[in-house]
């Protein structure tokens, strides 16, 4: 009797937190209206069948089951309903009209001997209810013609649904099945057939199945959800506790925890959605991020494979004309008047400008895609530097610099590509006479702890810190140097930087501020300490495709 009782009170429980979450959620929705009403429904014939079974007089058992009856009557109409919103059923209007009607008569007749004559003992039940003349009715013709049809409904639409939709009827099936199927093992005692109602526990299936449905719906959130959950269910089994205290004292303690509950409770529910929100507006910034991320890397694939074709193509009309001018102002097709050298030396400083920005444009796509071979090997770093200094000194003296150099002797070979390093040996003193309007250039080259440091200073227009953050990045030039010379790509520092990290060494630039110059630095190992360490002993392309000789890879510049 006792278990049969506990099985009432939890389905009614759960039910009625079910009811109450609907209530909290989304009372707007029809849907929700609908199943919560079903609910409530659940909830009233499961609390009457609790009373009923707790008593053990007569007048109060009978009193209880008529109560229960009036929510087992509900069960059925609020159920069809429920699933015809819920599978989207249209020009149901009249059905619906025919089924309340059908409802609100029976109802009427709940409290009469019609429906329920009188209450017997049966089985080890004291007090089991003998049906009336209506309630044959009711269950043979309404109940079981509602739930039937219903549930030709969900397999109907079940078949031809998407994937998604067949989950959420998934469960309200299963719900279906357990719960109307473990309320069934109630109606055999009805008709002296000795059955017990052990499938009573099966009818908290109902709410659990159907609020997954619900959630596989994306109508709320899971956590929020249980959360929720809980806490009605506290709430509702305090309640009872509190209504049904025997004495004064037991009322007041009662009552005391159920206030201090409801409030503890509002807090943590309110805790949970804001924790959901949070992560959820987190979830949507990531989503949103990696679709951004993604469409980046597709772009820039996209344009390094544009940038890549277009020099390629462009390089050799651009090589050719320059050789042409070159040879035409060297006299080869005959004597040019001083104008037309004059111009033509004027198009031939164009022409090397834009082949060097197209060869800055594919030394940045070289490395990043991995296509530059390095050649290591012993490389007399001094005299790479010596060489250089005297090519750039008339272009200093032009600019009336005082550009000095000391070459130092005995220093130790470095182990490198000699190629690579000349180009950032080269870019850093071009950079310093190009960006230094008056004074003095300073090239040093030393020894220190097993690498060779090569530096360049100036006394040009310097850095402020927000051009500090912004070095050695792509497509990026200081503000003073922007002013000085419009011709620059923004990427010899960058190329430079992949260039020497590739040889394990380092590069830095430092500046006092705008306008205080700069001093631009690279370390690189020496020979006996790269082949003591194993540092790029083999000389192997970063990738295979498209090998480049140390001849092939142009020039950088700033």
């Known amino acids: 009797m006792e278990f049969f009782a506990i099985s009432g ?17 989304n009372w707007r929705d029809a849907i929700n209206r ?10 009233i014939w499961s ?12 007048d109060p058992a009978l009193f209880w ?54 209450v017997s003992s049966k089985s080890f039940f004291p007090f089991w209810p003998e049906p009336g003349l209506v309630y044959h009715f009711y269950l043979f013709v309404v109940y079981f013609v509602l739930v039937v049809y219903a549930f030709w409904l969900l397999i109907k639409t079940y078949k031809i649904s998407n994937q998604d939709k067949k989950g959420q009827i998934f469960y309200v099936i299963l719900g279906s099945i357990a719960g109307f199927g473990g309320a069934l093992t109630n109606f055999f005692l009805w008709y002296d057939i000795p059955i017990p109602p052990f499938g009573n526990f099966f009818v908290s299936a109902f709410p659990v199945f159907f609020g997954y449905a619900m959630l596989k719906h994306k109508l709320f959130n899971s956590k929020v959800v249980a959360t929720e959950l809980l806490i009605f269910s506290i709430w509702i089994f305090l309640l009872i506790r509190t209504s049904t205290s025997i ?10 925890i159920f206030v201090l509950i409801i409030f503890a409770g509002v807090f943590l529910i309110r805790s949970v959605i804001k924790e959901v929100e949070q992560r959820e507006k987190l979830e949507s910034l990531t989503k949103e991020l990696e679709t951004a991320n993604t469409e980046l890397k597709r772009v820039d694939a996209a344009k390094s494979e544009f940038v890549s074709i277009v020099s390629h193509q462009l390089r050799t009309p651009l090589t050719a004309i320059k050789g042409y001018i070159s040879m035409m102002i ?27 920005l197209v060869n800055d444009l594919l030394n940045m796509n070289r490395i990043e895609e991995g296509r530059i071979i390095y050649e290591f090997k012993a490389v007399d770093i001094a005299q790479m530097v010596d060489d250089t200094v005297f090519e750039f000194k008339k272009m200093a003296e032009d600019k009336k610099l005082k550009l000095t150099w000391i070459k130092p002797h005995g220093l130790p070979v470095a182990w490198a590509d000699a190629d690579k390093i000349r180009q950032v040996v080269m870019n850093f003193i071009d950079n310093s006479i ?43 030039r200081g503000e003073g140097g922007r002013l000085m010379y419009t011709g620059g790509t923004g990427l010899g520092l960058y190329v430079a930087k992949m260039m020497v990290e590739a040889h394990h060494g380092e590069i830095s630039g430092v500046s006092e501020g705008k306008g205080k110059g700069s001093t631009f630095t690279i370390k690189i190992p020496t020979e006996e300490y790269a082949k003591k360490n194993n540092i790029n002993q083999q000389t192997t392309p970063t990738s295979s495709t498209s090998p480049t000789t140390p001849q092939s890879t142009p020039p950088i510049n700033k």
């Open 65 to 118: 089951i008529r109560i229960l009856s009036i929510g087992s009557t509900l069960v059925p109409v609020f159920y069809l309903h429920w699933i015809l919103l819920l599978l989207g059923q249209k020009n149901t209007r009249r059905l619906l009209i025919f089924v309340y009607t059908l409802l609100s008569l029976i109802l009427s007749l709940s409290f009469s001997d019609l429906f329920i004559k009188d």
């Open 9 to 25: 009170l939890i389905n009614g429980i759960a039910s009625l937190s079910f009811a109450l979450l609907i209530i909290y959620k």
């Open 434 to 476: 190009k960006y230094t309007a008056t004074g003095n250039i300073n090239v040093v080259l030393k020894l220190e702890n097993d690498y060779l440091i090569y530096s360049v200073s100036d006394t040009g227009v310097g850095m402020g810190p927000e051009e500090k953050a912004r070095l050695f990045k792509k497509f990026e």
């Open 34 to 43: 609908v199943f919560s009403l079903l609910m409530l429904s659940v909830g």
């Open 330 to 356: 060297e006299g080869t097709y005959g004597k040019m008047q001083e104008i037309q050298s004059a111009t033509l030396q004027k198009v031939f400083q164009s022409a090397e400008h834009l082949i060097t």
């Open 247 to 256: 004495t004064v004292q037991d009322f007041i303690i009662n009552g005391g």
């Open 47 to 58: 609390f009457g069948y609790w009373q009923w079974l707790s008593n053990t007089s007569h």
